[in-house]
């Protein structure tokens, strides 16, 4: 799938998953569909801007669009902590609605203005490759807790240390691909370190 196919894909789940909560009647419904927005969210921020945006920039350059998607994302992300914080209160509605209204914007940006340009630059090929590098990526992200990406994404906005040269993209796509496997190991070894305790318990 091509890489503007994944992510007007990734646009159509997430416009669902706002309907959703909107029609959602009690507080467990909300919390469970917002979750599933937050990590969707989280995981589609990723596989933007450490693997699609990058390539689109070495095309493209720096575009007004482009730079505009980089500080939305930052909106994104600080509404969904917030959105996080204030499950269960009025807030949460008003940070969803805020949340909303910029995802419509952005996605209605992207689709209609930075695709065409991004699908005309790179060509079928190119967007294959990356599709398939996204999707990858994404299914990755999503399976995880979105708190520390996004607590970690927040954190550089606020620092000022949003990086967006290709060569500082994937410098930090590096390390968050390193911190994972890390974190993937240590959960595989206590498992097995569980699995053998488990099996060393006498039987009665």
Known sequence: MKATELLKKQHDEVKELFEKIE?????????????????????????????FYPACEQELGL????????????????????ADQNLGTKDFDYYVTVLRETVEHHVEEEEKEFFPQVEKALGMQRLAVLG???????????????????VENLHEVLMGSMKTTPQDE?????????????????STAKRATNGKGSHARPHH
Do not use: W, Y
């Not at 009647?25 to 995981?43: C, G, I, T, Y």
């Not at 575009?63 to 994302?73: K, Q, R, W, Y």
């Not at 930090?172 to 190991?185: L, M, P, S, Y």
């Open 170 to 186: 994937r410098e930090e796509e590096q390390e968050r691909t390193a911190k994972r496997a890390a974190t993937k190991r240590k």
């Open 63 to 82: 575009s007004d669009i482009l730079g505009e998607s980089l500080v939305e994302h930052g909106v994104i992300e600080f509404c969904l902590f917030r």
């Open 23 to 51: 029609k959602a009647d009690s507080k467990a419904d909300k919390r469970r569909l917002f979750e599933q927005l937050a990590a969707n969210l989280v995981a589609h921020d990723a596989i933007e801007r450490e693997i």
């Open 132 to 150: 398939n590098d996204m999707e990858s990526q994404f299914e990755e992200v999503v399976a995880e807790d979105f708190r520390e990406p996004l």
